[in-house]
């Protein structure tokens, strides 16, 4: 990750160069020609985004109105101080569809310029392949690097079957065990946030993520719930995204966390490649097939079908993928048809752009 140049001049751009100001950023925030310094959203509240110049200062407050503002996004207020007027350009977000009706077609970024977006599971509750699938398509569009983290690790005697289960669809990305409580992976999972970087911490609810950043920042700052007994689930804490500062510790760089509430409901984006890169094993098969649009079901030649008939591919892999394809083709649609009621009502709302490739 790069570093901006600090000029002896006060700075116009991103305040205190420890919130992850990069020269990548610089120069998206110069494209904009505006001469009034960025700052980074550390929280969002009913419409009202808090914004940090300085980590030693409190954050100011301004309007989101009209905005399409995430926690972690770099942005202009007004020069009223009343509302975000300007979003530098990001150079990774991890988006999702809208969860809530009436906006299928939306989308809904969790957080902005992240390098490292880390997917929590528990090692206390079964594997759960599917959802990991989804979450590796989104991380992957994300432009962020992502990592496997599976927690409460000491609550069980042996994870390698947990491990075992989830690195058959991991498609390379490691997989690691931490526990919060007992101190175990927490140097490993902090090593992540290199060169005063950003690290998001996603997972459903109960899977531990407030437990491992109270174990990350010095003195605890989140509170965190007991679980059931029965099945170890924990109960909703974290209820805002939240940017929190990992302090400098041994040596190591100052660096971000982006704490999220527990998302339930994992719906895909519009897809870069996401697909093909959580699914290369199925990809890699695909293009050994005789027919170029082979839909793998009963044609001749088929490479995915002969290597599930030779137990090399899970049928429910290949179930997987094609579910998500047709989501993904569905969720296109929807936005066909919205644009086309919002173009007869003179009316267009520009989409996110694609996240540029790292």
């Known amino acids: 990750m790069e570093t901006a140049d600090i000029s002896p001049e006060p700075p116009l751009l991103g305040g205190d160069f420890r919130l992850g100001w990069t020269d990548r950023l610089e120069a998206r925030w110069r494209a904009l020609g505006v001469d009034r310094r960025a700052g980074r959203v550390s929280r969002l509240d009913r419409g009202w985004s808090s914004v940090m110049y300085a980590a030693d200062e409190p954050p100011a407050r301004a309007r989101n109105i009209g905005a399409d503002v995430a926690v972690g996004d770099w942005v202009i207020i007004s020069s009223d101080d009343e509302r975000v007027d300007h979003i530098v350009?990001?150079?990774?977000?991890?988006?999702?569809?809208?969860?809530?009706?009436?906006?299928?077609?939306?989308?809904?970024?969790?957080a902005a310029n992240i390098d490292t977006v880390v997917l929590v599971h528990q090692l206390t509750s079964p594997p759960n392949q599917r959802r990991l699938e989804r979450e590796l398509v989104l991380a992957f569009d994300s432009g962020a690097a992502p990592v496997i983290v599976l927690t409460k690790s000491d609550l069980v005697d042996d994870p390698a079957a947990s491990i075992e289960v989830l690195e058959a669809v991991a498609s390379g990305v490691p997989v690691m065990l931490a526990s919060g409580i007992s101190g175990d992976g927490i140097d490993e999972l902090r090593s992540l946030v290199r060169d005063d970087g950003t690290m998001a911490l996603l997972g459903a609810s109960g899977v531990g993520k407030s437990t491992l950043i109270n174990a990350l920042v010095v003195g605890g700052v989140l509170r965190t719930s007991s679980v059931r007994e029965g099945d170890q689930r924990?109960?909703?804490?974290?209820?805002?995204?939240?940017?929190?500062?990992?302090?400098?510790?041994?040596?190591?760089?100052?660096?971000?966390?982006?704490?999220?509430?527990?998302?339930?409901?994992?719906?895909?984006?519009?897809?870069?490649?996401?697909?093909e890169r959580a699914f290369a094993d199925v990809f890699d098969l695909a293009d050994r097939c005789r027919f170029r649009d082979c839909k793998h079901e009963n044609e001749p030649g088929c490479a995915v079908t002969a290597a599930i008939a030779g137990g090399q591919l899970d049928p429910r892999r290949l179930d997987a993928m094609k579910r998500l394809v047709a989501e993904e083709h569905a969720l296109e649609a929807e936005q066909r048809a919205q644009d086309k009621s919002q173009d007869r009502r003179g009316v267009r709302k520009q989409r996110p752009r694609p996240n540029p490739r790292r």
């Open 89 to 110: 350009e990001r150079f990774s977000a991890f988006t999702r569809r809208a969860s809530f009706d009436g906006n299928r077609a939306e989308a809904h970024t969790i």
């Open 234 to 275: 924990g109960r909703h804490t974290t209820t805002a995204c939240e940017l929190i500062g990992l302090p400098r510790r041994q040596g190591s760089e100052n660096g971000w966390l982006i704490d999220t509430p527990g998302v339930r409901a994992v719906s895909l984006w519009s897809s870069g490649h996401g697909i």
